[in-house]
């Protein structure tokens, strides 16, 4: 990623940041860093299970979220990925 594209990738985490909030009820930026390290989804999958609930075994994270959340979480969260 170039300097340069670093704008546009600010202001679209910055719309992410809202949408995340209103979906999973916690701030974005307790689990992204910064346009440079992006997302970390291993935080994310920690805090899902110990704050949400634990997954039932064999159900990955995209399943659970799905289940829980909709088809608009889980495209979000992919596209922070």
Not at 17 to 24: G, N, Q, S, T
Not at 37 to 58: C, H, I, M, R, S
Not at 61 to 76: E, P, S
Request: glycine residues 6%.
């Amino acid at each position: 990623m170039s300097w340069g594209e670093l704008p546009a990738k600010h202001r679209r985490i910055m719309k992410a940041r809202k949408e995340f909030k209103a979906i999973f009820g916690i701030d974005l930026t307790c689990f992204y860093r910064s346009v440079v390290t992006g997302f970390d989804v291993v935080e994310f999958d920690d805090w899902l299970q110990a704050n949400v609930e634990k997954y039932p075994e064999g159900e990955s994270m995209r399943d659970f979220i799905l289940r829980k959340y909709g088809k608009k979480a889980v495209k979000l969260v992919e596209e922070l990925i």
